[in-house]
Nanobody, 130 residues
Framework: QVHLVESGGGSVQAGGSLRLSCAAS????????MGWFRQVPGKAREGIAA???????TYAESAKGRFTISQDNAKNTLYLQMDTLKPDDSAMYYC????????????????????????WGQGTQVTVSS
């Protein structure tokens, strides 16, 4: 059974940094694409960044230049380093994963349009104050 557990959220002032972690377990296939999404109450879930099993990555425009996605395969952990945080970055952040040889872009699109295609963590709250 696949489990994704996020950690690292919290409250920070604008301009600060946070690193989110997502511990993954239960995957028996190395062909897994993973990524980060965020959601504000009343708004649609937004794909922020993703990394494919070949190591290629993609970012939403809102994340480019400020967020960095990475993974430690030995620890089965996905990270999102978030720098220069803004109040607009405040949201619940979710880790997601899907099996298959997806590109990072297609993973974000597919998980946005078809959330049941893959797996989700329970989320970790990020609050950025001005």
């Amino acid at each position: 059974q696949v489990h994704l557990v996020e950690s690292g959220g919290g409250s920070v002032q604008a301009g600060g940094s946070l690193r989110l972690s997502c511990a993954a377990s239960g995957f028996t296939d190395r062909r897994v694409c993973m990524g980060w999404f965020r959601q504000v109450p009343g708004k649609a879930r937004e794909g922020i960044a993703a990394i494919a099993n070949d190591g290629s990555s993609t970012y939403a425009e809102s994340a480019k230049g400020r967020f960095t996605i990475s993974q430690d395969n030995a620890k089965n952990t996905l990270y999102l380093q978030m720098d220069t945080l803004k109040p607009d970055d405040s949201a619940m952040y979710y880790c997601a994963a899907a099996k298959g040889a997806l590109t990072a872009d297609s993973f974000l699109r597919t998980m946005t349009d078809f959330p049941d295609f893959g797996y989700w963590g329970q989320g970790t709250q990020v609050t950025v104050s001005s």
